[in-house]
């Protein structure tokens, strides 16, 4: 559902994303995870459209984003990592104008509208302006557009952040249950215990590739890590010092 061939990304003589080939096919709930300035977030712009690559292609349920760009993107869902929403729209006309922009209106669109509020505790704002909200309940309302449309690919970035611990249940229920029905997820997340519990399937990208992929099983095994966690295998694919850097601090 998302083939990525080749993709790159540069801004001058820096390469943020060197030449990444993967493939998340239907049905996955896909781990895309990496230190701060590796390029997961540039990688998931990339595959939404918001981002020119400099090379190589995006293809999202086969349609090349590129060659046909409104045909993929009503294919996909994105939720970016910081919720920018136009303020002067209640919580309700903010999803009416997002679903217009899929085409989409009436019983139907009403319908999961209410759903999807409710869902996420926010139905009893649903009239209230967007800049009442809190950054919590502008993520969850940022989260019920993405799947308003129900498209067929979703890609998220950082989706936790903000979220109180009822809120984040709740969108793990919904991930799960979402590619259960043959949908797929791509979800950036610096927070690696989700990961773990969550995802089908792992890359670790660093300085722009991809260092590592695959289930749990497969990730020990390139770090020759034994039966150590998701967060142990991270910090040793990325040569992460962050534990010698505190006792080097404590000894000054």
């Not at 993520?139 to 690919?153: D, G, W």
């Not at 259960?180 to 215990?193: A, C, N, Q, W």
Request: with cysteine; aromatic share 6%; net charge neutral.
């Amino acid at each position: 559902m998302i083939e990525l061939k080749a993709l790159t990304k540069r801004y001058g003589g820096f390469t943020a994303v060197d030449a990444i080939d993967l493939t998340v096919p239907k049905g996955e709930l896909f781990g895309f995870l990496g230190p701060n300035g590796a390029g997961k977030t540039t990688t998931l712009r990339m595959i939404a459209g918001i981002l020119q690559p400099s090379g190589g292609t995006v293809r999202i349920a086969g349609i090349d984003i590129a060659a046909d760009p409104i045909a993929a993107k009503a294919k996909l869902g994105f939720i970016p990592d910081r919720p920018f929403i136009y303020e002067k729209l209640t919580g309700a006309e903010f999803l009416r104008f997002v679903a217009g922009l899929y085409d989409q209106r009436g019983e139907p669109v009403e319908r999961r509208m209410t759903e999807l509020l409710a869902l996420f505790d926010l139905l009893d704002w649903k009239d209230e302006l967007v800049e009442s909200y809190s950054h919590g309940m502008r993520q969850k309302l940022i989260i019920s557009s993405a799947f308003l449309h129900r498209p067929e690919v979703i890609v998220v970035d950082e989706p936790m952040v903000g979220l109180d611990p009822k809120a984040a249940k709740v969108l793990k229920d919904l991930f799960r249950e979402y590619t259960r029905r043959g949908h797929t997820i791509m979800m950036s997340t610096h927070t690696l215990e989700v990961a773990q519990s969550l995802c089908d399937r792992v890359a670790i990208i660093q300085g722009g590739r991809i260092r590592a992929c695959g289930t749990m099983t497969d990730l020990r095994a390139h770090a020759a890590a034994g039966e150590e966690g998701l967060e142990d295998i991270f910090l040793r694919l990325t040569g992460d010092n962050a534990a010698r850097a505190v006792v080097e601090v404590l000894n000054a």
